[in-house]
């Protein structure tokens, strides 16, 4: 069965760094969301992506966080300036046509910010 | 803007023991969707609900939206160990899809 798969599992980053999280959604999927997950919270919306736009952003979603799918089938989460409060687990997801529709979750890339 | 909540937020049973979480949405649903995430793992799809009422079951799983598709439930009968985890609802919400915070069960042997 096709899978969403993340890369990499866990980074350790020092406070102010930048940080790319790699995601490669399912190949036939066109809409692609990032989700973030603070230890014990839920699961919070950050941002979904169609046709190369951003379809909508949540208010976590500021000037230091960006996505790109920079080819045919990666589908990146850039954060410029890691803070403290960046630490979490965050899910790439990917729709076939849209949120009304069942999201398939990667396995996720615990980030962890000193 | 809307918000989903869920209770309870935690659960913790005796196995065989019944299970049932509680979703209710600020505002009318289009759909909702049940997910379960394994400690240490990824939301993993279980359903989605559309219509007013509806009812749908997966063995020992049943599933319900409230007629005026604001609410929904997950009852599970006889709890195993295999149903560890925290189960999320969530309703769409633009191009998002907004979660609940979960309740998490824990089923003793």
């Known amino acids: 069965e096709p899978e969403v798969t993340q890369t990499p599992s866990h980074q350790v980053t020092q406070m102010g760094q930048e940080v790319i999280l790699r995601c490669v959604p399912i190949?036939?999927?066109?809409?692609f969301y990032w989700y973030r997950q603070i230890l014990g919270q839920k699961v919070e919306f950050l941002v979904s992506?169609?046709?190369?736009?951003?379809?909508?952003k949540s208010e976590i979603f500021d000037d230091q966080f960006s996505v790109e799918r920079p080819d045919g089938s990666n589908f990146t989460l850039k954060i410029r300036s890691t803070k403290l409060e960046d630490s979490a687990m965050y899910f790439c997801?990917?729709?076939?046509?849209?949120?009304?529709?069942?999201?398939?979750f990667g396995p996720g890339t615990r980030l962890l910010v000193l | 803007g809307q918000q989903v909540m869920q209770i309870p937020q935690y659960q913790h049973v005796q196995e065989g023991e019944d299970f049932t979480t509680y979703c209710n949405s600020s505002?009318?649903?289009?759909?909702i969707q049940w997910y379960k995430q394994r400690p240490g793992g990824h939301p993993v799809f279980l359903i989605q609900?559309?219509?007013?009422?509806e009812v749908k079951k997966q063995k020992r799983l049943t599933f319900q939206f409230g007629e005026a598709k604001k609410n929904s439930s997950l009852h599970i009968t006889a709890t195993q160990t295999t149903d560890v985890g925290t189960y999320f609802c969530?309703?769409?919400?633009?191009?998002?899809?907004?979660f609940g915070k979960g309740t998490s069960l824990l089923v003793t042997p």
């Open positions: 997801a990917s729709t076939r046509q849209g949120v009304l529709e069942t999201q398939y």
């Open positions: 190949s036939n999927h066109l809409y």
């Open positions: 992506f169609y046709n190369n736009e951003i379809s909508e």
């Open positions: 505002t009318t649903l289009s759909n």
């Open positions: 609900l559309v219509k007013s009422g």
């Open positions: 969530a309703g769409p919400k633009g191009y998002a899809l907004n």
